[in-house]
């Protein structure tokens, strides 16, 4: 009995596994050695609960985004190094979900973590949160860098997700090992056709993106 319902389990998986839209695939099936935290599928993130829209602990994107992200891993692990990806396709209700709570004042739970300097009231003004994402379109992808000896995230001077100056790539105050991680990440994702956001270290969107204009909302499954 036990075996029909792994069966059962199993081939509504792949079933579900097929779904996705012409053009998008999951990371694990072409890059199935990138580590992955995906946070917004936790309560490890800047407002402190699972985010509307992702339903399991999967990361999907663009296949053209997720055969790049490939090759950057293929020569990271010659180095011991792997990419440990936060974020990659991220449904227009989860941006829908980041919106409304920007707008509820007093619902501060995760503000000494992630926005600590920043009154929330400025989150829009200042860009951290916006009404639409490029992460929507499906070639966007929040990563880092892990070490594969001690499985610790190299320093890179901020935390993911941190909303502050810190953040910023070219972020003056930081140690020369944290700026040679940064350049690190930063040269690897360009050499692969990678272009990073200046504001946001872990940042980067595949050029020449598949889906420039499109903003999807199916679910993270």
Known sequence: MKQILYFLLFTTYILQAQKLPKGFSYINNVAPTIQQELRY??????????????????????????????????????????????????????????????????????????????????????GYISSRSGHSRGSTVDLTIINLKTNEELDMGSPYDFFGNSSHITYPKLTKHQKQNRQLLQNIMLKHNFRPYSKEWWHFTLRHEPFPKTYFDFPVK
């Open 41 to 126: 599928c936790s309560t490890n993130n800047f407002i402190g609960s699972p985010i509307n829209g992702y339903h399991e602990s999967v990361l999907i994107c663009s296949t053209q985004t997720a055969k790049a992200l490939k090759k950057v891993q293929s020569e990271l692990l010659k180095k011991d190094l792997s990419l440990k990806v936060f974020d990659a396709y991220r449904p227009q209700t989860a941006v829908n979900y980041f919106v409304k709570w920007a707008r509820v004042l007093n619902d501060t739970l995760m503000k000494q973590i992630y926005y600590p300097t920043i009154n929330k009231r400025f989150l829009f003004k200042k």
